[in-house]
């Protein structure tokens, strides 16, 4: 099993910056991917935010391009996401994630307050 903890939400106003943080421990072999996801209130899907590789190859969703940046350590199986020039409709529950072996795991969320 692999826990993973996330820190770093809160509230800002739109403009702002915050920093997510997660970390990941427990029985860790070997972590492929790992990432953020968020879930606005009201709908089910979490939606994919970022995600970044053990060889440090990125994705983003097309809404947070340019403004938020993911990053890794490896060594210390954490991920960060830092989130810049906030709007109103990031706001939402944040999800950390990763995909050990061939298992996926999800953190407890984080939310995300950015009031306009």
């Known amino acids: 099993q692999v826990q993973l903890v996330e820190s770093g939400g809160g509230w800002v106003q739109a403009g702002g910056s915050l920093r997510l943080s997660c970390a990941a421990s427990?029985?860790?072999?070997?972590?492929?991917?790992m990432g953020w996801f968020r879930q606005v209130p009201g709908k089910q899907e979490r939606e994919l935010v970022a995600?970044?590789?053990?060889?440090?190859?990125?994705n983003y969703a097309d809404a947070v391009k340019g403004r938020f940046t993911i990053s890794r350590d490896v060594a210390k199986n954490m991920v960060a996401l830092q989130m810049n020039s906030l709007k109103p409709e990031d706001t939402a529950e944040y999800y950390c994630?990763?995909?050990?072996?061939?298992?996926?795991?999800w953190g407890q969320g984080t939310q995300v307050t950015v009031s306009s």
């Open positions: 994630y990763c995909h050990e072996g061939a298992r996926g795991y």
């Open positions: 427990g029985r860790i072999f070997n972590i492929n991917a």
């Open positions: 995600t970044i590789t053990r060889g440090g190859s990125t």
